[in-house]
């Protein structure tokens, strides 16, 4: 029985993926379980496995494409078995099974693939998903030929007619698939990259002409650097603005004395200065701090949900992580039950990963609270978009010298900022509040975070 291959959905707030690379082809055999496709959402780029054995018989999202979760992406289907199309394209008259070319010994097989197959009629035989592709590049498929199973067009003879249409073009193949898209003609097309290649903002100024005035002889004006809103950019932008549109956010802001804190963390370094690879960071201590705080006041460890908010026993505590394309928040799952020397490790551990692209789905999966640090930047503090569905993120500032007063006297004191993002829909201001104003006391006074 022919099995459905879906868009998994990874995550409550995931709401689409983009097809990044089919690693089968229509009429490739498949196994239960083997890798079949790659998906890239906002978060992370992941293969997908086959969910049954059999034969990939249509692929209904070409690469490329974006499709909402639970859609239908392909069909497997058993061996011998005809299925009913799924919207790629009107499924030709059931035919009966060619004699196989390879047992008459009459010719090679490559050799029948070199004419188009075009059967008594004019039909030509062709996958559906390849005469859908044929229709969007403008490809004749009478002009095609086939290589697939009894000779019939797949969607790789489409594309690589298509592609010769443009083999004497000196232009990216990013270039080739815009101008495709928006019908232009590239022999009409000057190219201002690399030895006269033409590049997507050659096409976009192509299609908005600046009309020709007589102008001062002056100095030339570079031309502008056009970074399209695609791929993981594009799903990153999606997914902040509906974190905006689905909450209520607001922030606040508390500047903190933290001067015990540094000097903990100087304790702490200099007993194990006898092994040269110990690390400790503020943020190891400020994360040990926020668990702490957290199961004090469980509402802003809490997410919102379509059957309400979820307030956890648990602390999967995000870690927000830049990377060369973007944010990722991998999360620790169950911080609070570690030392603060295990957190450490942990959080490492995922943020070291996160960066070089060894996470799990898994691991920016459940999070329900997230710290954002951009101490390292040189910023004083800031205020951070929600990580939906949570209710809350901390922003983290860096720490400075600034003259404080205590017990009357003016002293240099180690002051930091910390913000709080919350979802005024999951809370009050009050018990947000009171989360900062004692998580700030525990920096202030770590003792506090043993009591």
């Given at each position: 029985?022919?099995?459905?291959?879906?868009?998994?959905?990874?995550?409550?707030?995931?709401?689409?993926?983009?097809?990044?690379?089919?690693?089968?082809?229509?009429?490739?055999?498949?196994?239960?379980?083997?890798?079949?496709?790659?998906?890239?959402?906002?978060?992370?780029?992941?293969?997908?496995?086959?969910?049954?054995?059999?034969?990939?018989?249509?692929?209904?999202?070409?690469?490329?494409?974006?499709?909402?979760?639970?859609?239908?992406?392909?069909?497997?289907?058993?061996?011998?078995?005809?299925?009913?199309?799924?919207?790629?394209?009107?499924?030709?008259?059931?035919?009966?099974?060619?004699?196989?070319?390879?047992?008459?010994?009459?010719?090679?097989?490559?050799?029948?693939?070199?004419?188009?197959?075009?059967?008594?009629?004019?039909?030509?035989?062709?996958?559906?998903?390849?005469?859908?592709?044929?229709?969007?590049?403008?490809?004749?498929l009478s002009t095609v030929g086939g290589t697939g199973p009894n000779g019939a067009i797949t969607m790789k003879d489409v594309q690589a007619a298509a592609d010769?249409?443009?083999?004497?073009?000196?232009?990216?193949?990013?270039?080739?698939?815009?101008?495709?898209?928006?019908?232009?003609?590239?022999?009409?097309?000057?190219?201002?990259?690399?030895?006269?290649?033409?590049?997507?903002?050659?096409?976009?100024?192509?299609?908005?002409?600046?009309?020709?005035?007589p102008v001062a002889a002056g100095p030339a004006i570079a031309a502008d650097t056009i970074v399209p809103m695609e791929g993981v950019r594009k799903l990153i932008?999606?997914?902040?603005?509906?974190?905006?549109?689905?909450?209520?956010?607001?922030?606040?802001?508390?500047?903190?004395?933290?001067?015990?804190?540094?000097?903990?963390?100087?304790?702490?370094?200099?007993?194990?200065?006898?092994?040269?690879?110990?690390?400790?960071?503020?943020?190891?201590?400020?994360?040990?701090?926020?668990?702490?705080?957290?199961?004090?006041?469980?509402?802003?460890?809490?997410?919102?949900?379509?059957?309400?908010?979820?307030?956890?026993?648990?602390?999967?505590?995000?870690?927000?992580?830049?990377?060369?394309?973007?944010?990722?928040?991998?999360?620790?799952?169950?911080?609070?039950?570690?030392?603060?020397?295990?957190?450490?490790?942990?959080?490492?551990?995922?943020?070291?990963?996160?960066?070089?692209?060894?996470?799990?789905?898994?691991?920016?999966?459940?999070?329900?609270?997230?710290?954002?640090?951009?101490?390292?930047?040189?910023?004083?503090?800031?205020?951070?978009?929600?990580?939906?569905?949570?209710?809350?993120?901390?922003?983290?500032?860096?720490?400075?010298?600034?003259?404080?007063?205590?017990?009357?006297?003016?002293?240099?004191r180690q002051m930091m900022t910390l913000s709080l993002t919350f979802n005024h829909m999951t809370t009050d201001g009050a018990p947000a509040m009171s989360f900062?104003?004692?998580?700030?006391?525990?920096?202030?006074?770590?003792?506090?975070?043993?009591?």
């Amino acid at each position: 029985m022919a099995q459905q291959v879906i868009m998994p959905k990874w995550g409550l707030t995931m709401k689409e993926g983009k097809i990044v690379r089919w690693l089968k082809g229509e009429g490739d055999p498949v196994e239960a379980g083997e890798d079949l496709f790659e998906v890239e959402t906002d978060k992370i780029t992941n293969s997908v496995e086959a969910p049954a054995s059999g034969v990939l018989f249509q692929i209904i999202v070409p690469e490329g494409e974006v499709a909402a979760v639970q859609s239908v992406l392909a069909i497997i289907a058993e061996a011998g078995e005809t299925p009913d199309r799924v919207e790629g394209g009107v499924a030709p008259a059931a035919e009966a099974p060619a004699p196989a070319a390879a047992a008459s010994g009459d010719a090679p097989a490559a050799a029948a693939a070199a004419t188009p197959p075009v059967e008594e009629g004019g039909f030509v035989r062709a996958m559906p998903a390849a005469r859908k592709l044929a229709k969007e590049l403008g490809v004749t498929l009478s002009t095609v030929g086939g290589t697939g199973p009894n000779g019939a067009i797949t969607m790789k003879d489409v594309q690589a007619a298509a592609d010769a249409e443009y083999a004497g073009i000196n232009a990216s193949p990013k270039a080739i698939e815009f101008a495709r898209k928006k019908g232009v003609d590239l022999s009409q097309v000057t190219g201002t990259g690399t030895d006269g290649k033409i590049t997507k903002a050659d096409i976009l100024r192509a299609m908005n002409p600046v009309a020709e005035e007589p102008v001062a002889a002056g100095p030339a004006i570079a031309a502008d650097t056009i970074v399209p809103m695609e791929g993981v950019r594009k799903l990153i932008a999606d997914n902040m603005q509906a974190s905006l549109n689905s909450a209520a956010q607001l922030s606040v802001f508390v500047e903190l004395d933290v001067t015990e804190m540094v000097k903990l963390r100087s304790t702490l370094l200099a007993r194990n200065k006898r092994d040269p690879e110990y690390r400790l960071s503020y943020n190891d201590i400020i994360s040990y701090a926020v668990c702490r705080a957290l199961k004090r006041h469980p509402i802003m460890n809490s997410t919102m949900q379509d059957d309400g908010i979820h307030m956890h026993n648990y602390v999967n505590l995000g870690i927000a992580v830049a990377i060369p394309n973007g944010l990722i928040v991998p999360n620790v799952k169950n911080a609070d039950s570690f030392t603060l020397e295990e957190l450490k490790a942990e959080v490492r551990d995922v943020a070291g990963r996160a960066r070089k692209g060894g996470l799990s789905m898994d691991e920016i999966a459940g999070g329900t609270f997230t710290i954002s640090n951009v101490s390292m930047l040189g910023m004083d503090g800031f205020t951070p978009i929600l990580n939906p569905p949570e209710t809350g993120i901390l922003g983290v500032g860096r720490i400075v010298e600034k003259p404080g007063v205590v017990d009357g006297e003016i002293k240099i004191r180690q002051m930091m900022t910390l913000s709080l993002t919350f979802n005024h829909m999951t809370t009050d201001g009050a018990p947000a509040m009171s989360f900062l104003r004692e998580l700030g006391d525990m920096l202030e006074n770590p003792g506090l975070m043993i009591v």
